[in-house]
């Protein structure tokens, strides 16, 4: 199987609005981090190649009850992704336990 990089386009539209279209390929190189602060809202960030996304509330620190709708629509989709991974996946191989004899799996 080939690996398709991570990628990032501009398209322009009628009017010249803009389309930022970002495609993020999960690898063991891609950075994923959420900042959490006291006093704003937190700040989930995605870094591979070219594409850098950042995603937090609209607001400066103020934080809506939509803001948390939205969250939770993030993690559902999220976790809707992850299993649809694990329903593909090939079953994880159990390794030797060396406390068991003979280096058995536990």
């Known amino acids: 199987m080939t690996a398709t990089a991570t990628s990032a386009s501009i398209r ?57 709708i939205s969250g939770r629509l993030l993690a559902e989709a999220v976790n809707r992704y992850v299993a649809g991974l694990e329903r593909l996946a090939p079953p994880a191989r159990q390794t030797a336990d060396p406390d068991q004899p003979d280096g058995q799996a536990a």
């Open 12 to 68: 322009f539209g009628e009017g010249g609005t803009a389309n930022v279209q970002c495609y993020v390929r999960l690898t063991a190189s891609t950075c994923i981090r959420c900042c959490t602060y006291d006093d704003a809202a937190p700040i989930l960030t995605i870094q591979d190649g070219p594409a850098d996304i950042t995603i937090t509330n609209p607001g400066r620190g103020e934080v809506t009850r939509q803001d948390v």
